[in-house]
């Protein structure tokens, strides 16, 4: 339905519980969905702290709650090659790490580049750790 300045309004009947006609779903990522890193991972990671291990427990269930956990613990059978979805997701991972470390370890991560970005990233973290 269109109103008289031509944008669309939300039709007069709405999707009820048990309705046998759902809305239509659209194939919005849950990772492209979060705005603030910071408000699930509150933590910044450097080299001098020693919150390591309750850093890496949040960046986990982050990525598990949006399906991105394949970005830093690769399947067995990991693709050769990525699409243009999945390189872009890559990118959210490797923007979390960067918004969720200190600018010293920005500085040691940045070097390497490449598919698998935000994994390399993250084994390097794993490195300075160590």
């Known amino acids: 339905m269109l109103t008289l ?11 009820m519980i048990g309705d046998s006609n759902p809305p239509p779903t659209y194939g919005i990522h849950p990772a492209t969905t979060v705005t603030n890193i910071k408000n699930h991972i509150p933590l ?6 020693g919150n390591y291990n309750n850093w890496v427990a949040l960046f986990k269930v ?8 394949d ?11 990525h699409d243009e979805e999945w390189l872009c997701l890559d990118a959210i991972v490797l923007q979390w ?6 600018t010293d370890l920005i500085s040691l991560t940045r ?17 300075f750790r160590q």
């Open 5 to 15: 300045t031509g944008i669309p309004t939300l039709p007069a009947r709405l999707f």
């Open 111 to 127: 070097q390497t580049g490449g598919d698998w970005q935000s994994l390399k990233k993250w084994k390097l973290i794993g490195l």
């Open 62 to 69: 982050q990525c598990t709650v949006c399906k991105v956990l």
């Open 44 to 49: 910044v990671l450097g080299t001098e702290e």
């Open 97 to 102: 790490i960067y918004s969720t470390i200190t």
């Open 71 to 81: 970005h830093i613990i690769p399947p067995d059978a990991a693709p050769s090659e």
